[in-house]
Each structure stands twice: as C-alpha cells, then as structure tokens.
DNA sequence: GATGAATGAGTGTTCATTCAT
DNA sequence: GATGAATGAACACTCATTCAT
C-alpha cells in the first residue's frame, strides 16, 4: 500500500523543510543566539512541531553538519575516484568541489565550530555523535587522499598532507566567516567568489613542488 | 596633586585586570557560553564590580576586541616602518607579527566573528563601534600596505592587495579555529605553530611572482 | 433495529477498554507523570481516539474513580445484605471485600487523592463531580452501616461508626500507599497480602468490646 | 569578626523561609500542581531566588522531606531513649509523638509518596538521596526497636516489628490524607485529632497481648 | 568602591487538546 | 469513527543586570 509509504514521504519533507529553515536561522544568526521560536516562525510551524522531527535543538542543529558533511564526501570521493589525466585536472575538481560546497552551505563553518564547547555535545545522542564523527574522519581523510596523490606524483612539496588537510580547511572557512563579518561591518569588498579563486590559485602555486627543487 | 592620578591608575590597572580575566574565559567558552560571573571569579571580584568598568557584557567583550586591535596595528606599523634589506626579511617580521598575534590572543578571531549577530551590536556604544571600526580599517589597511609594498617590487603577484588581506586574514583565523575544533573532537594531530609555519610558507611562495613571470 | 444497539454495545467496550488501559497507566506512574499518549498506546489507539470517548484527561481519571467506586459499594453492599450468623463472620466478610478491592485497584487511593488538587476539579463536568459525590458518600456510609451493626451488637466499642470508617479507609489506604513507596525506595519487606492480613487482624482486635467492659 | 557570621544566619534563615513557603504550597497543592512561581510568591521573593538556595524543585522538595524525616527521629528517639515505668507509659509518649510530627508537617506524607516517581529521583543529588535514605531507615529502625521492647516485654503480640511498623505508619499517613481529602469535598465531619486518639487507642488495644494468651 | 543577593525577562521543552484527512 | 500531526500555553531554570549594604 503506497499510503504508508507517502506518509513517510511527506514526514522526510517536513523534517527537510525543518532542517533548511534551521540552517537559514542558524547561519544569520549562530547557534546561541537562534531560538527554536526563530526556526519554528521560518518554517511557518510551532515550535512544539520541531520537536516532533528533532530531539532537541542540539540535535537538530547536529543533523545539518550530518548533511553538510555527507554532501562533502560525495564532492570529494567524486574528486577521488574519478580518472584526471594530470594532478592539475584533479587539482581544479577540488577547487570547484570546495566551490560546490560553499554554495551548498556556506556556514558549514560555523555548524562546525559551535561544536567546539563540548558541553553542548552532552547533550546529543552517541549515535549522531558517532556519525559526525565518522563522517568528519571520512571526510579529511579523503581530503588528504586528494593530496597523497599529488605528494606520490611529485607534484607538491613534500608535506603531511594532514598539514595541507589543515591549511586547505582552514583557509576555506576562514575565508568564508571573514567575508561574513565584513558584511556585517558594511565593508565594501566582498567578493567571495573571487576571492576564493585567488586564494586557491596562491595556495595551490605555493604547494606546487618547483621542477628545480 | 598626585592622589587623582593614582586613583586613575588604580582604575585603569584594575580594568586591565578585568579584561585579562575576561580574555582568558572568552577564549575557553566563547561569547555566548561566559557568563558574567565566571569572569568575575577569574578575577577575583564580585559580578556588581564588572559593572563599575564595563556598562555591559556586550561592551567588555568589545573593549578586548579594541585591545587586539591596537595590538595588532602596532605589529603591522612595526613592520612598515622598519626599514629592510628585502621584501623577502619584511615578509618574515609580518610572519613574526602574526606569531605574535596569536600569542597575544588567540581567539582574536572568536572574539571579531562574534560580532556576526548584528543584533548584540545594538546594545554597543556607538563611540566604542566607531573606534573598533577605525582600528580595524587601519589594519586592513596597513596589512595591505605591506602587500602593496611588494607588489611595487614586483615580489609578488599583481592582485589587488585587499585580496590578500582577506586571504592572509581567512587562512590565520580559519586555521586557529580549526585547530581549536580539533583540540574538542581530540583528533591527534595538533600542531599549531607547525601548520602556521607551512601554512604561511605555502602562501608565500603562492604569492611570489616567478622571475620567468 | 439491533444495529443501534451494536453501535452502542461496541462504543460501551471501547470505553471500557480505554478505561482498563488507563487504570494500568496511572497506576503505575501517578495522574500528573501519565500522558494521554501512555494511555493511547497501552490502549493501541492514537490520542485522538481518546478524546471521543473522554472529555479530557480528567474526566477519564473521574470515570476511573467511579468504576471503583461503584465496585466498592457492590462489594460492601453485599457484606451488609447477606445473613451471617455472627459479627464474626460479618467481619471476615468485610476483610475479605477490602481485599478483593485491593484487587480490583490497587491505586484508588492514588486516584481518590489526586482529586486533592481543587484546581482540578474546576475542569470536571458537574454531573461527574455529583456522581463521584454520591458514590463516595454511599459507600462510606455503607462501611458505617456495617461497623453500626457490630456496634448495635455490643460486639465493637461505641465510637462514632463515621470515626471507624476514617480509620478503616485510612490504614486501607495508606498501607497500600506505603507499600508502594517502598517498592520505589527498593526496601526488602513488601509483603502487601501479610502486612494487609496483620493489619486488619489488629485493627478488629482493638476494636473489639472486651467482655469485661 | 561576626559579619560572615551574620550572614550565614541570615542565608540560613532565608533558606528556612523558603521552605516554609514551600511547605505551604506543596502541603496545598501537591508536588507536580505547584509552580516555583508559586513558592517564589508564597516566599515573597522572584523565581530566580530560589535557585539561589535549592538546585532544583526535586532538591527543594526533598529537603523538605530531610527536616520533617530528622524532627521524626528527635522525636522517635526521645520515646526510646527516655526511661519509662511501664510499656504502656512508652505507648502514650509515641501517641504524643506522632502528635508532634503531624503538627510539625501534616503533609510528610505527600512528600514522601511524592518519590515514587523514581524518574523524579534522576534529578536529585545523590548525596540528598542518600541522606534521605538513611534518614529514613533510621526512622523505621527507631519505630521498630520500640515495638521490640513491647514484644520483648511480653505486652504486644508477637509479630514481626517491621509489620507493626508497616502497619502504623500506613494508619497514619493514610488517615492524614484522607482527612485532606475529605477537606476537598467538603464533607463534613473532620476532626483529626480525635480521629488519630481513637485510632490509635485502636491500635494499640489490637496490639495488645491478651493475659489469657 | 566593592559586594553578592535579588531580580525577572527569556528560552528550551513538554503535553493536553484539536482538526484536517 | 479513527488518526496522528500540529498546536501553543505552560513551566523549570538561567543569567545579565541592579542596588541596598
């Protein structure tokens, strides 16, 4: 009987419509500063309805970086397994995978680093715990597969690529939450496409391992 | 008579006292998770007695903000104003600077980015919005200068300097805060000022114009 | 035409079975720590369901009350209205109704005392109000009719027969309350049948007229 | 200097003031129907008060419960400890006894039934837990040791203390309660004191072993 | 000036009740 | 009739801020 099954369709929709309106919410405003109110006004439901889909805000807050980080996977196994001709190729597939990101949740970052107090991770339930945890692990590690590759192909410098993990991360996100306090400050320059575009160039030029070297 | 002024100085000393305490627990637990009381411990003091230095929360968190501030632009003038040999050895003292920043107060970043929620602006003084703004446009400013430097000496690449602001800004913040998510989730590797020294490496043999250029 | 009478018949059962279902639940968990959805699921019905057969939480509770009371007067009417041939065996009888009360519902006493609250019985419709009422006052004057015979009988002291009823009903109560609590604070001795047994034991020795008096 | 003195005294006392007021209001309304509003307005004070003094509701109710369980065991242990004439002399002075401790907090009772709700239990402290506990065995043991020196004594039946203590406390609390709710509905007749002196002269002639025995 | 007890507005969460399907 | 998703009022608890001492 398909009844059950559009059911369960349209409760995975709601709980989706939940999670976009959260992350509108929780971008503008952070973590802290979001009520559940805000995100039960944006989804044009009452806050007693987001507790149906989530256990509480912290877990509802913890499903959006599960998203994120499975859609970064995704991006970068894509990077991974698919055939480049040279290093460059697979080079510019990064790039445009960590664009791709961007444009899919610009405030990964923020998800991401409001799990620093650990206080906040008391409360969310060890499973979910487990797959951010999985899924973050996966997800710098593919990152470094990306680079293993160019280091083994003698195309960039000899360097832990769980250094360039680190650089390459938090060069994004940094990137990313500078743009977003220079809006708020009414700075004129924000041109975060083109910024990222430089920045990757100088970052990829910098790695580049020099024929002479 | 010399009485008012070390009065004065008593205050100003106390003050001082105030916001190293505060520092200290801002950078532990972020802006939204300190509450009054636990920088009023930090310090030694009742929580009333914050309020005899500082009008608000709000204004106690910004006023550090003004300190790194002035820090930081007496670093970057620092760095201008001294004469070198090479736009390689100015390079190196901005590397230094840098250095120094994060030793001074790691969380600088935390602390600016907080300031996202245009919302807790409201409660800010304008005098006290006025002079972050100020010093954060002279430091914009004057980290461009040293771009810029380079770029006239045909060093580096011909991008607009406020480009590699926001870069060299993204990259030190995003990498501090990345480090410090690290520390929470207990992955193995973190080595701060290793990924720095790499990471400012990368950058600038990225920026640096080939001579065949 | 039997189908009204069906229809009837078969919504009678459903009441019934709900009622059944939540004597389990607040049993166990007390008035206020029962959600309708305990009930519903005990019951493997949907909230909703509830609500065509009860007004409200409350007045499901009541209906409770006034199965249990109705049993109760079942019960001690047929103490009173069997021939015995002594007071004796009158007593036995009784001691022997408390008990198959005990079984019908251990926690009338928990239901009977939520109805503590006032506040609560502001929402109960005034029908179920009176009825309670009635039930509550037949019973306990039937109790008093019993205890009048031995009285009349010269077989038990001469106290106000309403005096014995309150003891009655709370030794009754309160042993079963206790043995509760105790279960709760996981104390060895719960032996509710022998403590019930001793207890009566004493309570009909004590009121007992000693010959010489 | 006495000024750290005074203070203490008068933290102590307003901690005492509340739990007056919340004597009151707990005593009236049962644990679940009272708000800390409620006591914060009984108390005269504002809601954020209270947690100044108790952690939580569950820790102030239950601190309830520690002083009326220690005001229980002063009093049970003057009946033991006090020589008396004759058993029937020690009866009398735990008759007055429980006098006492009804006039000192007639609702102990609801209190103490309060704790079946083991999830309420989660919340407390485990230290007051174990106070709690211990208090409480010890009240049992104080009852028990007295009725053991009435069966050692040859005057009280033989059954084990533990039942008689059962069996007392449950007369007691239970005529309590009843007594409150018949209060409820109004009903007329409710003189516990008299109540209480007959049944406990019931109890005790119930207990009472026969000389022809 | 310094204190720290008191305040009370604010927020996450629960749950009796409703109502569109 | 039955459902169960949605509602929203209610309530425990927190914490920036104030003010009597």
């Known amino acids: 009987m398909g009844i059950k099954q559009r059911k369960q369709r349209e409760k995975e929709r709601r709980k989706q419509e939940i999670m976009v309106a959260a992350k509108r919410v929780f971008s503008k405003k952070g973590y802290d500063r979001t009520k559940m109110e805000d995100i039960a006004r944006e989804a044009e439901l009452s806050p007693g309805t987001l507790y149906l889909y989530f256990k509480s805000k912290g877990e509802l807050h913890a499903s959006l970086n599960v998203r994120v980080l499975q859609f970064i996977n995704i991006k970068l196994e894509h990077v991974i397994n698919e055939p480049f001709d040279s290093f460059e190729q697979r080079q510019q597939a990064l790039i445009k995978a960590m664009h791709d990101i961007y444009e899919f949740d610009a405030m990964v970052l923020n998800n991401v680093f409001h799990l620093q107090s650990s206080e906040s991770l ?3 339930s060890p499973e979910l715990m487990d797959e951010i945890n999985t899924l973050a692990t996966r997800a710098l590690r593919n990152l470094a597969g990306i680079f293993q590759v160019g280091i083994d192909d003698n195309q960039i410098v000899d360097v832990h690529p769980m250094a360039l993990v680190d650089i390459l991360w938090g060069l994004f996100s940094g990137i990313v939450m500078w743009e977003e ?9 924000y041109a975060l496409n083109e910024t990222f575009d430089t920045a990757f160039e100088i970052f990829i030029r910098g790695m580049r391992r020099d024929r002479s070297e």
Chains 1, 2, 3, 4 share one sequence.
């Open 122 to 124: 008391k409360k969310m």
């Open 181 to 189: 306090t220079k809006k708020t400050f009414k700075r004129k320059r």
